[in-house]
């Protein structure tokens, strides 16, 4: 049998991570922004969102890596940006 019931706490939880996301997305520089979207939400590939934007591969990478450590830095309070 499935339970259906969820922990109320964990959802308050989740929809306060989720706000905090999303505030902080709108915080990104506009290129590492489209970048964490194109792989992280739509699940593109470093080379299709190179592709995507135009831009080579390694830019995707550092510009990825550098959204992912400002994003852990402000979400998480650690060190890096």
């Known amino acids: 049998m499935q339970e259906t019931a969820t922990d109320p706490r964990r959802s308050i939880e989740a ?4 706000d905090a996301v999303q505030a902080e ?13 194109l792989v992280c939400v739509e699940g593109q590939s470093y080379a299709q969102a ?20 400002h994003l852990k830095h402000v979400l998480y309070d650690e060190p890096g940006v």
């Open 50 to 69: 190179a592709a995507t934007l135009g831009v080579p591969v390694g830019t995707v990478t550092s510009r990825l890596g550098r959204a992912r450590a």
């Open 15 to 18: 929809r306060l991570t989720l």
């Open 25 to 37: 997305l709108q915080s990104l520089d506009p290129e590492q922004r489209a970048v964490l979207v």
